[in-house]
């Protein structure tokens, strides 16, 4: 068993925001790996996002994000279930991090329910054409295009985007974090991107 020393203690906490305690928690189930005791803590912020995803979300703020230049604006609405949260530090860090994303990656919808229909069923098209195109037996065509669908969500839905800021997390992985270190339910309602000559 490994040693869990103050140091790494601290550094973890750095690198996640989580509470001390769950950081130590997180470094001796993973035997003192920084890495496995990262992801620990992001099971263990899915597994809190997953418990509260029923509470009613009634508060919350509106953030906006204008690019130098003023050509590119972003307006995004994040609720939570207390004023108290949405007035912290934390959630209106989260909120600016998540209209920069929105600015920054352009988005078509939060998640695959927000993507219009005849925008799947072109894309869908589309890639059943290229799809034909390679030779590919008429059997497997649907099921490779599929497979692309599914990377056009994740770079197309903002839920399942890289994060701009830390690229070995997703959207998701940001929003489960800050739920599991807050401890109530949060959700990006909707948002518009305004960009000049669009």
């Known amino acids: 068993m490994a040693t869990i020393s103050a140091t790494m203690v601290k550094e973890l906490r750095e690198k996640t925001g989580v509470g001390m305690m769950d950081c130590k928690e997180a470094l001796t189930q993973s035997d003192g790996d920084m890495q496995k005791a990262v992801e620990y803590l992001r099971k263990k912020g899915l597994a809190t996002a997953a418990k509260r995803a029923g509470r009613t979300l009634s508060e919350g703020i509106i953030q906006t994000y204008v690019h130098t230049g003023a050509k590119l604006g972003v307006m995004v609405e994040i609720n939570c279930e207390t004023d108290f949260v949405a007035k912290s530090d934390d959630f209106s860090q989260f909120s600016k991090n998540i209209a920069m994303q929105i600015a920054a990656s352009n988005p078509v919808s939060i ?17 059943r054409e290229q799809v034909r195109a390679m030779g590919k037996p008429e059997n497997m065509i649907d099921k490779i295009a599929q497979g692309k669908l599914t990377k056009f969500y994740k770079e197309n839905c903002l839920m ?23 401890g109530e339910n949060i959700t990006i309602k909707r948002f518009i991107r305004f960009q000049v000559g669009e």
């Open 160 to 182: 399942h985007q890289v994060y701009v800021k830390d690229p070995n997390i997703t959207i998701q992985d940001l929003l489960n974090e800050l739920i599991a270190r807050i």
């Open 111 to 127: 998640n695959e329910d927000g993507v219009p229909k005849e925008l799947v069923e072109k894309e869908m098209e589309i890639y």
